[in-house]
Protein backbone atom coordinates (compact mmCIF):
# COMPACT_ATOMS: atom_id res chain seq x y z
CA UNK A 1 0.00 0.00 0.00
CA UNK A 2 0.99 3.82 0.06
CA UNK A 3 2.01 3.86 -3.58
CA UNK A 4 2.65 7.50 -5.04
CA UNK A 5 3.19 7.55 -8.40
CA UNK A 6 4.89 10.38 -10.83
CA UNK A 7 4.31 11.60 -14.54
CA UNK A 8 6.80 12.09 -16.40
CA UNK A 9 9.79 10.55 -15.00
CA UNK A 10 12.11 12.34 -17.17
CA UNK A 11 11.68 15.51 -19.25
CA UNK A 12 14.17 18.00 -21.46
CA UNK A 13 12.63 21.20 -22.37
CA UNK A 14 13.76 24.36 -23.94
CA UNK A 15 15.11 27.40 -21.89
CA UNK A 16 11.90 29.25 -21.50
CA UNK A 17 9.56 27.05 -21.99
CA UNK A 18 7.17 25.42 -19.04
CA UNK A 19 6.42 22.17 -17.74
CA UNK A 20 4.27 20.22 -15.81
CA UNK A 21 4.62 17.73 -13.71
CA UNK A 22 2.24 15.36 -11.58
CA UNK A 23 1.93 13.39 -8.61
CA UNK A 24 -0.60 10.62 -7.69
CA UNK A 25 -1.34 8.99 -4.67
CA UNK A 26 -2.77 5.59 -6.35
CA UNK A 27 -3.93 3.78 -3.16
CA UNK A 28 -4.55 6.76 -0.58
CA UNK A 29 -6.08 9.65 -0.06
CA UNK A 30 -3.24 12.09 1.19
CA UNK A 31 -4.85 15.33 2.37
CA UNK A 32 -1.18 17.12 1.85
CA UNK A 33 1.18 16.55 -0.37
CA UNK A 34 4.50 17.42 -0.38
CA UNK A 35 6.93 18.81 -3.64
CA UNK A 36 11.03 18.30 -2.86
CA UNK A 37 14.02 18.91 -4.88
CA UNK A 38 17.29 16.85 -4.49
CA UNK A 39 20.70 17.87 -5.98
CA UNK A 40 23.01 14.71 -6.80
CA UNK A 41 24.27 13.11 -4.20
CA UNK A 42 22.25 15.36 -1.57
CA UNK A 43 19.85 15.30 0.64
CA UNK A 44 15.99 16.59 -0.40
CA UNK A 45 14.85 20.01 0.28
CA UNK A 46 11.65 20.66 0.66
CA UNK A 47 10.16 23.14 -1.85
CA UNK A 48 6.38 23.47 -0.44
CA UNK A 49 3.14 21.99 1.01
CA UNK A 50 0.10 21.55 -0.20
CA UNK A 51 -2.91 20.34 0.97
CA UNK A 52 -6.05 19.54 -1.27
CA UNK A 53 -8.51 22.45 -1.74
CA UNK A 54 -5.42 25.18 -0.18
CA UNK A 55 -3.13 27.45 -1.72
CA UNK A 56 0.10 25.72 -1.08
CA UNK A 57 2.82 27.13 1.65
CA UNK A 58 6.40 27.69 0.16
CA UNK A 59 9.55 26.89 2.16
CA UNK A 60 11.95 30.25 2.29
CA UNK A 61 13.79 31.27 -0.94
CA UNK A 62 11.19 29.38 -3.38
CA UNK A 63 9.66 31.09 -5.50
CA UNK A 64 5.57 31.01 -5.71
CA UNK A 65 5.47 32.44 -9.03
CA UNK A 66 8.19 30.16 -11.08
CA UNK A 67 6.80 26.89 -9.05
CA UNK A 68 3.23 26.81 -9.38
CA UNK A 69 1.72 24.19 -7.46
CA UNK A 70 -2.12 22.50 -7.96
CA UNK A 71 -3.48 20.35 -4.97
CA UNK A 72 -6.91 19.82 -6.88
CA UNK A 73 -8.06 16.51 -5.55
CA UNK A 74 -6.70 14.18 -2.47
CA UNK A 75 -5.44 12.26 -4.69
CA UNK A 76 -3.66 14.54 -7.47
CA UNK A 77 -0.73 17.21 -6.98
CA UNK A 78 0.82 19.05 -9.83
CA UNK A 79 4.30 20.94 -9.81
CA UNK A 80 4.27 23.61 -13.14
CA UNK A 81 8.16 25.03 -13.75
CA UNK A 82 7.23 28.53 -15.08
CA UNK A 83 9.93 29.92 -17.55
CA UNK A 84 12.62 27.15 -16.98
CA UNK A 85 16.12 27.63 -16.72
CA UNK A 86 19.13 25.47 -16.61
CA UNK A 87 19.56 26.60 -13.09
CA UNK A 88 16.28 24.42 -12.46
CA UNK A 89 17.55 21.53 -13.50
CA UNK A 90 16.96 18.97 -10.64
CA UNK A 91 14.95 15.60 -9.74
CA UNK A 92 11.89 16.79 -8.46
CA UNK A 93 10.23 14.22 -5.98
CA UNK A 94 6.94 14.94 -4.86
CA UNK A 95 5.39 12.38 -1.53
CA UNK A 96 1.73 12.32 0.10
CA UNK A 97 1.44 12.53 3.59
CA UNK A 98 -1.01 13.90 6.30
CA UNK A 99 -4.43 11.99 6.90
CA UNK A 100 -3.74 9.79 4.47
CA UNK A 101 -0.79 7.96 6.79
CA UNK A 102 -0.20 6.83 9.86
CA UNK A 103 2.15 8.73 12.19
CA UNK A 104 3.18 11.22 9.62
CA UNK A 105 4.85 8.91 7.30
CA UNK A 106 5.12 10.16 3.66
CA UNK A 107 5.22 8.16 0.97
CA UNK A 108 7.07 8.72 -1.90
CA UNK A 109 6.70 8.78 -5.86
CA UNK A 110 9.76 7.59 -8.01
CA UNK A 111 10.65 11.47 -9.09
CA UNK A 112 11.04 13.46 -12.15
CA UNK A 113 14.27 14.20 -13.69
CA UNK A 114 14.30 17.74 -14.84
CA UNK A 115 16.84 18.69 -17.62
CA UNK A 116 16.41 22.01 -19.39
CA UNK A 117 18.76 22.95 -22.05
CA UNK B 1 14.51 25.81 12.67
CA UNK B 2 14.66 22.26 13.81
CA UNK B 3 17.69 20.03 12.06
CA UNK B 4 19.07 17.31 11.88
CA UNK B 5 22.62 15.76 11.42
CA UNK B 6 23.17 12.92 9.96
CA UNK B 7 26.65 10.99 9.97
CA UNK B 8 28.84 9.66 8.67
CA UNK B 9 27.95 11.41 5.89
CA UNK B 10 29.88 8.88 3.47
CA UNK B 11 30.72 5.11 3.98
CA UNK B 12 32.52 2.04 1.97
CA UNK B 13 32.66 -1.32 3.82
CA UNK B 14 33.07 -4.64 2.69
CA UNK B 15 30.52 -7.31 2.43
CA UNK B 16 29.94 -8.97 5.64
CA UNK B 17 30.75 -5.78 7.73
CA UNK B 18 28.55 -4.04 10.80
CA UNK B 19 27.75 -0.21 10.25
CA UNK B 20 26.01 2.10 12.57
CA UNK B 21 24.55 5.32 10.97
CA UNK B 22 23.92 8.21 13.37
CA UNK B 23 21.36 10.85 13.00
CA UNK B 24 21.15 13.26 16.62
CA UNK B 25 18.99 16.63 16.48
CA UNK B 26 18.84 19.50 19.45
CA UNK B 27 15.35 19.44 18.82
CA UNK B 28 12.70 16.59 19.79
CA UNK B 29 10.29 15.31 17.31
CA UNK B 30 6.68 13.74 17.15
CA UNK B 31 8.65 10.82 15.06
CA UNK B 32 11.20 9.78 13.07
CA UNK B 33 11.62 8.11 9.74
CA UNK B 34 14.28 5.96 8.00
CA UNK B 35 14.47 6.20 4.50
CA UNK B 36 16.62 4.41 1.52
CA UNK B 37 17.07 5.96 -1.71
CA UNK B 38 18.84 4.18 -4.76
CA UNK B 39 20.06 6.78 -7.76
CA UNK B 40 17.47 8.30 -9.75
CA UNK B 41 14.40 6.91 -7.44
CA UNK B 42 12.54 8.56 -4.42
CA UNK B 43 13.09 7.31 -1.24
CA UNK B 44 11.48 4.34 0.19
CA UNK B 45 10.21 4.36 3.64
CA UNK B 46 12.54 1.49 6.19
CA UNK B 47 10.73 2.52 9.47
CA UNK B 48 9.21 4.80 11.93
CA UNK B 49 9.78 5.22 15.49
CA UNK B 50 8.08 7.09 18.26
CA UNK B 51 8.08 6.21 21.39
CA UNK B 52 11.65 7.70 22.84
CA UNK B 53 14.27 4.56 23.83
CA UNK B 54 11.88 2.39 21.03
CA UNK B 55 14.01 -0.44 19.15
CA UNK B 56 12.77 -1.82 16.00
CA UNK B 57 14.23 -4.73 13.32
CA UNK B 58 13.66 -5.24 10.14
CA UNK B 59 15.59 -8.67 9.00
CA UNK B 60 19.32 -7.16 9.60
CA UNK B 61 18.61 -3.59 9.80
CA UNK B 62 17.84 -2.73 13.82
CA UNK B 63 16.66 0.92 14.42
CA UNK B 64 17.10 2.96 17.68
CA UNK B 65 15.17 6.15 18.58
CA UNK B 66 16.72 7.78 21.44
CA UNK B 67 15.28 8.07 24.97
CA UNK B 68 14.58 12.06 24.60
CA UNK B 69 13.73 11.76 21.21
CA UNK B 70 16.14 13.73 19.36
CA UNK B 71 18.69 11.14 17.63
CA UNK B 72 18.35 7.99 16.24
CA UNK B 73 20.44 5.08 15.07
CA UNK B 74 20.32 2.42 12.15
CA UNK B 75 22.46 -0.71 12.51
CA UNK B 76 23.23 -2.65 10.16
CA UNK B 77 24.59 -6.26 10.54
CA UNK B 78 26.84 -8.26 7.86
CA UNK B 79 25.88 -5.71 4.83
CA UNK B 80 25.34 -6.78 1.58
CA UNK B 81 25.97 -5.09 -1.94
CA UNK B 82 22.09 -4.96 -2.28
CA UNK B 83 22.02 -2.24 0.87
CA UNK B 84 24.02 -0.14 -0.94
CA UNK B 85 22.03 3.28 -1.25
CA UNK B 86 21.35 6.76 0.30
CA UNK B 87 20.34 6.57 3.86
CA UNK B 88 18.50 8.88 4.96
CA UNK B 89 17.05 10.11 8.48
CA UNK B 90 13.85 12.71 8.50
CA UNK B 91 12.35 14.00 12.16
CA UNK B 92 8.57 14.13 11.93
CA UNK B 93 6.42 17.10 13.09
CA UNK B 94 3.28 18.30 12.42
CA UNK B 95 3.68 16.07 9.14
CA UNK B 96 6.59 18.03 7.77
CA UNK B 97 9.75 15.87 7.57
CA UNK B 98 12.69 17.61 8.19
CA UNK B 99 15.59 15.75 6.51
CA UNK B 100 18.87 14.94 7.64
CA UNK B 101 21.99 15.22 4.91
CA UNK B 102 21.77 11.50 4.13
CA UNK B 103 24.48 9.10 4.38
CA UNK B 104 25.53 7.63 1.10
CA UNK B 105 26.74 3.64 2.06
CA UNK B 106 28.49 1.47 -0.40
CA UNK B 107 28.79 -2.66 -0.04
CA UNK B 108 31.60 -3.69 -2.25
CA UNK B 109 31.54 -7.75 -2.55
Known amino acids: GAVVSQHPSWVICKSGTSVKIECRSL??????MFWYRQFPKQSLMLMAT?????????EQGVEKDKFLINHASLTLSTLTVTSAHPEDSSFYIC?????????????FGPGTRLTVT | TQLLEQSPQFLSIQEGENLTVYCNSSSVFSSLQWYRQEPGEGPVLLVT?????EVKKLKRLTFQFGDARKDSSLHITAAQPGDTGLYLC?????????FGKGTLLTVNP
Open chain 1, 50 to 58: SNEGSKATY
Open chain 2, 90 to 98: AGGSNYKLT
Open chain 1, 95 to 107: SGGGGGTTRGEQY
Open chain 1, 27 to 32: DFQATT
Open chain 2, 49 to 53: VVTGG
